[in-house]
């Protein structure tokens, strides 16, 4: 069997499974006991061979999943996604099913979220299904998720609404997506175990290097660091300070990736583990991020996969997460006691 047909086999079963799950006894009447029970998309499911491209638009940001041979990639980027996700999304918005007419008043959409999803404060979310010519297999707007009684028995919910419709549904089911990448692919740059953490070395281009080392444990068994060539009438600050400016380097996330472009080099901060791995993140003019192994460890599954996963790509990084690789003197020192 090929392996599109195993997909339109696996997408049928967990659609079917949750159609008998979810057998629904409507005891209510008019227009809400008619469509009670209906899926909101009822094409996707046949048409799931066809998607190629999945996007998810909020407010001004919006992310696209594309199906590159046998596997699934951010579009722009080619990033890979985490495995399952985007199947999962075609059969959790093929699930969807009516099951409570809600609003069709617009001033009412906030607050089940699905006002139109391209307002500037908008928390409602578009989510489309493309094929290769860009084509519409399908879109909903995905609202607030909620737990409902569901025919009998208490169940998970979305509020959702089809674009051009003013009739809003509580639909029975919850599609999992989101324009933050963390839902899509992992975005750990560096995932280590800090209690291993030896040295980081901070070394803007042209300027001094600035070096936090380990050096022991402290009285509460944490452990110790001190920062080298601390200037005349000056002190370290705090044990904590101290361990965080280099163990935060230890786990490291991305908000936003592309195929590394080069750049010129304003500084290098560089983190080695007690088993011998050292990798060097460099940060460019316009504040991209990349990641090297200088020196593989003992530990060859780590420094493996470690190199697998960051080759080739820049990152960039919440703001906060910057400025610990920006490190200075100043940020580690404070005047010392007369």
């Given at each position: 069997m090929t392996p599109r047909g195993v997909m339109v086999l696996a997408l049928a079963a967990a659609v079917s499974v949750a159609g008998a799950t979810w057998q629904l006894r409507a005891n209510s009447s008019g227009y809400e006991e008619t469509q009670r029970g209906e899926r909101l998309l009822p094409d996707l499911l046949a048409s799931a061979n066809d998607v190629v491209g999945i996007v998810i638009t909020q407010a001004d940001r919006n992310v696209r999943i594309e199906r590159a041979g046998t596997s699934y990639v951010l579009g722009g980027s080619g990033y890979p996604v985490k495995g399952g996700k985007f199947q999962t999304a075609i059969v959790a918005?093929?699930?969807?099913?009516?099951?409570?007419?809600?609003?069709?008043?617009?001033d009412?959409?906030?607050?089940?979220?699905?006002e139109?999803?391209?307002?500037?404060?908008?928390?409602?979310?578009?989510?489309?299904f493309e094929d290769k010519g860009g084509n519409n297999l399908g879109e909903i707007i995905l609202g607030k998720k909620a737990r409902?009684?569901?025919?009998?028995?208490?169940?998970?919910?979305?509020?959702?609404?089809?674009p051009g419709s003013d009739q809003s549904w509580l639909a029975r089911g919850v599609v999992d997506?989101?324009?933050?990448?963390?839902?899509?692919?992992?975005?750990?740059?560096?995932?280590?175990?800090?209690?291993?953490?030896?040295?980081?070395?901070?070394?803007?281009?042209?300027?001094?290097?600035?070096?936090?080392?380990?050096?022991?444990?402290?009285?509460?068994?944490?452990?110790?660091?001190?920062?080298n060539n601390v200037p005349e009438g000056k002190k370290p600050k705090n044990d904590l300070t101290l361990r965080y400016a280099a163990t935060d380097l230890?786990?490291?996330?991305?908000?936003?990736?592309?195929?590394?472009?080069?750049?010129?080099?304003?500084?290098?901060v560089t983190l080695m583990?007690?088993?011998?791995?050292?990798?060097?993140?460099?940060?460019?003019?316009?504040?991209?991020?990349?990641?090297?192994?200088?020196?593989?460890?003992?530990?060859?599954?780590?420094?493996?996969?470690?190199?697998?996963?960051?080759?080739g790509w820049q990152y960039k990084l919440a703001d906060?997460?910057?400025?610990?690789?920006?490190?200075?003197?100043?940020?580690?020192?404070?005047?010392?006691?007369e």
């Open positions: 918005t093929a699930s969807l099913e009516k099951f409570d007419a809600k609003t069709a008043r617009p009412k959409y906030p607050l089940i979220e699905v139109p999803p391209d307002g500037k404060d908008a928390k409602s979310r578009l989510i489309r409902a009684r569901l025919g009998g028995a208490v169940g998970d919910a979305q509020y959702v609404r089809l997506a989101d324009v933050k990448l963390e839902t899509w692919v992992d975005t750990a740059i560096t995932d280590m175990n800090v209690e291993f953490v030896v040295r980081a070395t901070f070394q803007p281009t042209g300027g001094p290097e600035l070096m936090v080392r380990r050096t022991g444990v402290t009285e509460g068994g944490q452990p110790k660091f001190e920062v230890g786990n490291v996330n991305f908000v936003d990736v592309r195929k590394d472009q080069g750049g010129d080099v304003v500084q290098r583990m007690a088993d011998g791995l050292t990798a060097e993140f460099r940060i460019t003019t316009d504040d991209w991020v990349s990641l090297h192994v200088v020196n593989d460890g003992q530990d060859k599954t780590t420094t493996r996969d470690l190199k697998a996963r960051t080759q906060y997460k910057l400025k610990q690789l920006q490190l200075t003197m100043a940020d580690l020192v404070e005047d010392g006691a």
